[in-house]
């Protein structure tokens, strides 16, 4: 079941007394001793890095090359994401961007390199184990892909169908509750031809939710929609990230980025830049 967690990591730093007077007349030389030493060491506590636990990237990629139809797109590529996470994937339109999300859900091989998703490792990982994968993933595309002959419910019902749903109450449950977290729980009986492009872009979003999954993969997810629905599906994304999810969004959309900041991965001439 989808849990709210929040993720967050604190850093604790030693409070210095910027108003004593080391100098002072009246204070004892064994005091002036004693003091100095504290001060010190909490500069250097201060000043020590403190590295991230490799159990805490849900994404780890290291030196790992991306290919399409055998063309070397991405070279060396080196990227690592935290649980609860939300990051920006940017480059101009052909940079690679969608070939690395590919990478990430197994629609394009490992060929050399490290790459580790969801627990999985993606350079060893069988066939028979890719839809299991795929199940600690949801995946929001630009041009939604709804089952034009299905209204909402059932395209979530669908999803919840081929990963092995068998409590109907369980299933019912569910899907009512992604479509209350995205603010469709009114529209569960619309066809998608009903719904603005913002509607249909948060039904994704519920879809890509059903499973509660550890990562959500979006792909240009605003490049069909205007200024304020983009600002919308921007923000309800962060929500999901701050409730525990991670989600890396590939976008262009640099006016958002700058009114929802938060940490960028840049792709630019074959190389991804942290």
Not at 138 to 160: A, M, S
Not at 255 to 264: G, K
Request: aromatic share 6%.
């Amino acid at each position: 079941m989808f849990t709210l967690v929040m993720c967050k990591k604190n850093a604790i730093f030693a409070n210095i007394d910027k108003n004593t007077d080391m100098t002072t007349e009246n204070t004892p030389i064994e005091e002036t001793k004693t003091e100095e030493p504290i001060v010190d060491n909490s500069v250097k506590e201060e000043e020590t890095p403190v590295a991230t636990p490799a159990e805490d990237y849900v994404i780890s990629v290291n030196n790992a090359d991306v290919y399409q139809d055998k063309n070397l797109i991405l070279n060396k590529v080196s990227l690592h994401i935290r649980n609860g996470e939300l990051v920006y994937l940017v480059g101009k339109t052909g940079s690679g961007k969608s070939n690395l999300l590919k990478l990430l859900y197994c629609d394009v091989p490992v060929v050399n390199g490290e790459v580790k998703v969801a627990d999985f490792d993606l350079y060893k990982i069988k066939s028979r184990n890719i839809q299991k994968l795929r199940r600690q993933l949801g995946i929001v595309f630009q041009d939604f892909q709804l089952l034009q002959d299905r209204n909402v419910y059932e395209n979530l019902k669908f999803i919840t169908k081929v990963t092995g749903w068998k409590d109907k109450t369980a299933r019912d449950e569910r899907i009512n509750e992604v479509l209350t977290m995205v603010g469709l729980e009114t529209k569960g009986f619309k066809m998608p031809h009903q719904l603005s492009g913002g509607e249909q872009q948060r039904v994704c979003i519920a879809r890509a939710l059903v499973n509660s999954p550890k990562i959500i993969l979006a792909d240009e997810p605003t490049g069909n929609l205007d200024p304020e629905t983009s600002y919308d599906i921007f923000a309800l994304l962060r929500d999901i990230a701050h409730a525990g999810t991670s989600v890396l969004i590939a976008t262009h959309d640099y006016l958002i980025i700058n009114q929802i900041p938060s940490r960028v991965i840049k792709i630019e001439n074959g190389k991804v830049i942290e």
